[in-house]
């Protein structure tokens, strides 16, 4: 204990000296007893860098809290101290440009990782509570998915809407918007969300919902983390299925892939057995990537060959799909497929088929994931970038990226899917285009320290620039999703229509900007001034 009130006063010194710290050191002493307040070398360290390994940050302290009052008091006392001091939540640390760091401020590690960990568990098993009768579970922000899903399973139920990869936070996905296969049905993650515990900028811990706080509901929501700190959300769950039928075609034609994805996700609406229940896709420019880590899916023995195959540019497209049943339904499903596949256009010979549990799909990238660390190949750069590319352009995309930029050679793969603009709640913070269908482009590659210079990180972020110029220039008005930009003009543009109420929302809930400063939207000030420029709202930081 005396170690830890040691740390803990050193570390509140350290604030006091940089950014002026007004809160008596005994009071903000007492704030942070549930948890720790860490100035311990590696929690700084590990609090300083992310998944994408290409930014560092400096943070004076790192909070591993004990419960939401924790991350309440520390907010409130940032949003009190004379110059304010940044906070930053940090889930899974699974941010690629430093979205979740902090310099001179501190860093909450949500996840419950740490020295706190018993407390956290605590926090989880009270917050983590599902019920059968409302059909939702509350999980922790920092909480990962895949223990959501764990706990969910024991009743039978599961959420509705994932990401790919389920050792994510869910205050994480829910701050961008959480997509996978489903969200063409179900839409994004943050369709399935009833209620919310927030932590806003000005250390209010409030509780948030389509009829409470209703404007906080909705900012949050996609929110980047720019309005407040999720610490429980109540996530909407349906019966799990037990078993999924994973099933992959190929396509050498992209207007016949784009078709038959497009009308797959047109069935959205249809009862469960005219309809799959899982749609994504993925672009196959070199031969390396078809049989990789992310299409382990096709057998070692029997490797697909592009040059099996009548590809037009030399790029293949593989078309993703699955089935949900229970084994009480296993008689029906074949028939179900086979009659759906009938109506698809794909490369008669180039079906894939497998049956495993629902968890196992759920979790198979983790699985991936396992394979890479064992090879040294996971904890390296990964300059990814992610596009909404609207339904009338994506062709154009294909011609200008697919066959043209990345040539045969990449070092990841390259998810493309479409989704249904009607499935995302517009009043959310989340941006689209504005089109009924848009694609997901996911460029998830990584950067290898090795003698192939198309591996290198400063060839794949100059391949990132090329990308999104050729966009500009061809004026197709992509969006990004987890958005990285490093002007405020960058972001308005970005924000567009919604740019008035999202800065509105900022000065409602975060009017100090100290939270989520990682994002480079806005910059902490004791001095703000507003002015219109071209009728737009700017903020002058000094």
């Known amino acids: 204990m005396a170690t830890k009130l040691l740390l803990i006063t050193f570390a509140i010194c350290r604030l006091i000296v ?56 520390l907010v409130r006392a940032a949003y009190s101290s004379a110059h304010g001091f940044t906070v930053s939540a940090r889930g899974h640390g699974h941010s690629i440009n430093g979205q979740a760091q902090t310099n001179n401020g501190v860093v909450i590690e949500m996840n419950g990782g740490g ?34 899903l764990m706990s969910t399973l024991e009743y039978g139920l599961a ?108 069935l959205h609406g249809q009862p469960s057995t005219h309809k799959f229940d899982y749609v994504e896709g993925f672009v196959i420019v070199d031969e390396g990537l078809i049989n990789n880590w992310r299409s382990s899916f096709f057998s070692p023995s029997n490797p697909v060959k592009i040059t099996s195959i009548n590809s037009q540019g030399g790029v293949l497209y593989c078309l993703e799909i699955t089935k949900n049943y229970h084994e009480s339904t296993a008689d029906t499903i074949d028939q179900e497929i086979e ?97 009924d269908i848009f694609y997901l482009v996911a460029l998830l590659r990584s950067a290898l320290d090795t003698d192939d210079e198309t591996h290198t990180l400063e060839h794949l972020t100059n391949q990132n620039r090329q990308i999104l110029k050729f966009c500009d220039d061809a004026g197709i008005k992509v969006k990004q999703y987890l958005p990285h930009y490093t002007t405020q003009e960058e972001w308005m543009d970005h924000f ?25 939207i806005f910059s902490p000030s004791s001095s703000v001034s507003i002015s219109n420029h071209g009728g737009d709202k700017l903020l002058s930081i000094s």
């Open 18 to 73: 940089t950014v002026g710290l007004t809160v008596d050191p005994t009071e903000l002493l007492r704030l942070v007893v549930d948890g720790q307040l860490s100035v311990d070398p590696s929690d700084i360290d590990t609090a300083s860098k992310d998944f994408g390994l290409m930014t560092r940050a400096e943070p004076l302290a790192v909070l591993h809290p004990g419960s939401a009052q924790d991350v309440a008091r």
């Open 159 to 266: 959420p509705k809407s994932w990401t790919d990869y389920l050792y994510l936070s869910v205050g994480g996905t829910l701050s961008n918007a959480g997509i996978s296969g489903q969200a063409f049905n179900h839409g994004p993650q943050i369709s399935s969300v009833d209620e919310l515990d927030v932590v806003t900028g000005r250390g209010e811990l409030l509780t948030c919902s389509e009829e409470k706080n209703a404007e906080l509901f909705h900012a949050v929501l996609g929110g980047l983390g720019q309005f407040g700190i999720i610490t429980r959300a109540r996530i909407a769950l349906e019966p799990a299925p037990q078993r999924v039928r994973w099933i992959r075609v190929l396509y050498s034609n992209f207007s016949a892939f784009t078709k038959d994805q497009e009308f797959l996700i047109s």
């Open 339 to 435: 009659g759906l596949l009938k109506k698809l256009d794909f490369v008669p010979t180039s079906v894939f088929t497998t049956d495993l549990p629902y968890v196992d799909f759920l979790d198979r990238v983790h699985k991936a994931e396992l394979k890479l660390r064992s090879k040294g190949l996971w904890d390296v750069p990964h300059p990814w970038l992610n596009l909404f590319v609207p339904k009338s352009r994506i062709s154009d995309f294909d011609k200008g990226v697919f066959k043209g930029i990345l040539g045969n050679k990449t070092s990841g793969p390259i998810l493309i899917y479409p989704m249904n603009k009607d499935k995302w709640d517009q009043r959310s913070s989340v941006v689209t285009p504005d089109e």
């Open 115 to 148: 020295s706190s960990g018993r407390v956290m568990s605590r926090v989880r098993s009270g917050s983590g509570r599902v019920s059968e009768k409302g059909m939702y579970v509350d999980a922790w922000g920092g909480e990962l998915w895949i223990d959501v």
């Open 496 to 520: 567009g229509d919604k740019w008035g109420q999202f800065y509105q929302r900022k000065m409602d809930f975060d009017p100090r900007r100290i939270l989520a400063t990682g994002q480079r």
